[in-house]
């Protein structure tokens, strides 16, 4: 028991884009005491996303290996995921609304990130991304699957090859956004949310915890290899 809500530690939930998580995260969203729920959408993309399924999503604008990587992610969360990407964002708000909590949005805004990874990417990392986004469109989803379980294993060495594959990919995708969303719990934080669930990519997980600990919050996190578990009740801490 927590002497106060601001006491209490945020409740990092890592989710994978392409992959039904909805019971359990359901079931960690509706088994704690909450002040709030933040997910990683800036309020553009939550317009799009949280209308539903089948809402059209426009590229327009968007680097071509952008556009590629969303076909990979719409291709894969059809054939292994049980559902469209975003879905685990639709689940958090959904259960939000169901419980009368506020919603927060904290991530940055998607054009200003398309248009700072644009504008530092260097040649050789933007052919290398085209190319991996043009092969992963034909991958068999068995061959991704297996590769999620390798990820799920070691999340940290797969954050790694990506640094070292493109290393300004690293930096605006996750650190500086880590940075962000850190910034924006920690001020909600200080305006009393203190019991905060927030679903991110699990990806950001690591990078997220270590930002909020510079910063003196405390953090419970859960990764996406433990929600997609089958696990019996979670505790209920408040």
């Given at each position: 028991m927590y002497a106060s809500t601001t006491q209490s530690p945020v409740l990092l939930l890592g989710a994978a884009h392409v992959v039904d998580l909805e019971e359990p995260l359901r079931r960690e969203l509706t088994g704690r005491t909450l002040d709030g729920v933040a997910i990683e959408l800036d309020a553009e993309r939550a317009a799009t996303l949280l209308a539903g399924p089948g809402t059209p999503r426009s590229g327009r604008g968007a680097p071509l290996f952008v556009r590629l990587w969303g076909q990979v992610q719409r291709r894969l969360g059809a054939e292994i995921g049980g559902g469209e990407p975003g879905a685990e964002m639709r689940?958090?708000?959904?259960?939000?609304?169901?419980?009368?909590?506020?919603?927060?949005?904290?991530?940055?805004?998607?054009?200003?990130?398309?248009?700072?990874?644009?504008?530092?990417?260097?040649?050789?990392?933007?052919?290398?991304l085209l190319a991996g986004a043009a092969m992963?469109?034909?991958?068999?989803?068995?061959?991704?699957?297996?590769?999620?379980?390798?990820?799920?294993?070691?999340?940290?060495?797969?954050?790694?090859?990506?640094?070292?594959?493109?290393?300004?990919?690293?930096?605006?995708?996750?650190?500086?956004?880590?940075?962000?969303?850190?910034?924006?719990?920690?001020?909600?934080?200080?305006?009393?949310?203190g019991r905060m669930a927030v679903v991110v990519g699990d990806a950001h997980l690591d990078g997220l915890r270590s930002a909020l600990g510079r910063r003196g919050v405390p953090v419970?996190?859960?990764?996406?290899?433990?929600?997609?578990?089958?696990?019996?009740?979670?505790?209920?801490?408040?």
């Open positions: 689940v958090a708000a959904q259960v939000a609304k169901e419980r009368n909590l506020p919603l927060f949005l904290i991530d940055d805004p998607i054009r200003a990130t398309v248009l700072e990874l644009v504008r530092t990417m260097p040649f050789k990392e933007r052919v290398t992963a469109l034909f991958v068999p989803a068995k061959v991704v699957e297996r590769e999620m379980d390798r990820y799920a294993a070691a999340p940290a060495d797969y954050t790694e090859g990506l640094r070292r594959a493109s290393p300004t990919l690293a930096r605006v995708l996750l650190d500086d956004r880590n940075e962000h969303m850190a910034d924006r719990l920690a001020a909600l934080r200080n305006r009393g949310y419970e996190a859960i990764p996406f290899r433990r929600l997609r578990t089958p696990t019996g009740p979670s505790p209920t801490p408040s």
